[in-house]
């Protein structure tokens, strides 16, 4: 004779089964996907152990979920705990149903498709560059390349724009913006990447700087009267230096080597790429929907697939080169170089535009510091 929880068990799946069948006769903006249903199905056999359950129709009409004191809403259009600390398996329950919901949400497709379709041309259009213009012709081959691009960042900005602006919908994670610990981690990717957009502009000097080194009274009135130098002049009074205005920006060259491994590229080969992935990163981390953060998180894709993509045509020879001794003392990814070795932080210090620097981490913490006042999803 089955035992009282088999019984539980069999009940709760049959129970699950039709719930699947129920689901299966709504519109498509109701459906759970599979794997949400074989993650209720899951979550019903771990209930009929002996822990609880409960059905209430609570989140809207036709929207079942659970409901007591120890369990948590696992159904991706509640997204939060009712009560308590749900079991470990009900967790994963609940993540599984909200990647369903996650994957067909309408704004989630817009972007994807848009990101997908962006870094699809550019890889197929750059790697046969040098015989498509051939075939075509230089300017024909750019306009194609517009045109693509074109098509996929309206894509990008549609999905972005229609549905994820909005704090609503479907969400990956339940912290607030508000919360220390995402603004911190947006603080600091965001710094990362705006300090190595920083240094792509001239450098930027305080205006004023003191002038020369001192000098005495006697040297003064024989430079004015271009005599030649007096030595007994040097025990006159010295006159302090003075500030003199400069330009603020200099837009003189820095010693570059003849590798090119100068500034940023001491940290990775592809400083642009990972910047704008830094600063999206740092966005991602306190979108509270999961439109915005497929938003934010794709030009990180973008900037280790590009960089692969990037690299290999180098060294082949296509667009540009990588010798081999330069890719030895340099990394795809950010850091990897000075951790191994291969490059010196205090060559990177030395090398970097300080006040550039200084003020893109002013304009990431004025970023963390609005955060502050967003709006939170409740």
Not at 47 to 71: E, M
Not at 135 to 145: A, F, I, P, Q
Request: aromatic share 8%.
């Amino acid at each position: 004779m089955a035992s009282h929880s088999q019984i539980i068990i069999i009940s709760h799946s049959i129970i699950s089964a039709s719930f699947i069948i129920k689901c299966s006769s709504r519109t498509p903006h109701h459906h759970l996907s599979v794997v949400g249903h074989l993650a209720t199905l899951a979550t019903h056999i771990h209930i009929g152990l002996g822990l609880f359950y409960c059905t209430c129709v609570a989140c809207s009409p036709g929207d079942w979920r659970l409901l007591n004191q120890n369990c948590v809403c696992f159904l991706p259009q509640a997204g939060k705990v009712v009560g308590g600390k749900p079991t470990k398996l009900l967790t994963m329950a609940a993540a599984a149903a909200n990647v369903g919901s996650i994957l067909q949400n309408t704004g989630v497709r817009w972007i994807t498709a848009g990101w997908v379709g962006f870094l699809a041309e550019n890889f197929i259009l750059s790697h046969n560059r040098d015989e498509l213009i051939d075939r075509l012709g230089e300017s024909t081959y750019h306009n194609v390349y517009g045109a693509f691009s074109l098509v996929a960042c309206s894509s990008i900005a549609y999905g972005y724009k229609k549905y994820g602006v909005a704090i609503s919908g479907p969400r990956l994670w339940s912290w607030s913006p508000r919360a220390r610990g995402p603004r911190a981690a947006a603080f600091v990717l965001q710094a990362l990447g705006l300090v190595g957009f920083s240094q792509l502009a001239p450098k930027l000097q305080v205006p004023v700087s003191l002038g020369n080194k001192s000098f005495s009274v006697g040297q003064a009135a024989q430079n004015e009267s271009l005599a030649p130098p007096n030595p007994s002049s040097s025990s006159a009074p010295v006159v302090p230096a003075r500030f003199q205005a400069r330009c603020p920006i200099d837009f003189s060259a820095g010693d570059e080597p003849s590798d090119g491994v100068y500034g940023l590229k001491r940290v990775t080969r592809h400083p642009n790429l990972w910047s704008l992935a830094f600063v999206c990163l740092g966005t991602a981390v306190t979108a509270q929907s999961a439109p915005a953060v497929v938003m934010w998180t794709f030009p990180t894709i973008m900037a280790v697939a590009g960089g692969l993509h990037t690299d290999y045509r180098y060294r082949n020879g296509s667009g540009g080169s990588l010798p081999i001794e330069v890719e030895a003392k340099t990394s795809l990814f950010p850091f990897v170089a000075m951790l191994t070795g291969a490059q010196s932080p205090s060559m990177l210090i030395s090398e970097m535009k300080g006040l550039n620097a200084a003020l893109a981490v002013c304009c990431a913490g004025f970023l963390a510091l609005r955060r502050g006042r967003l709006p939170v999803r409740i």
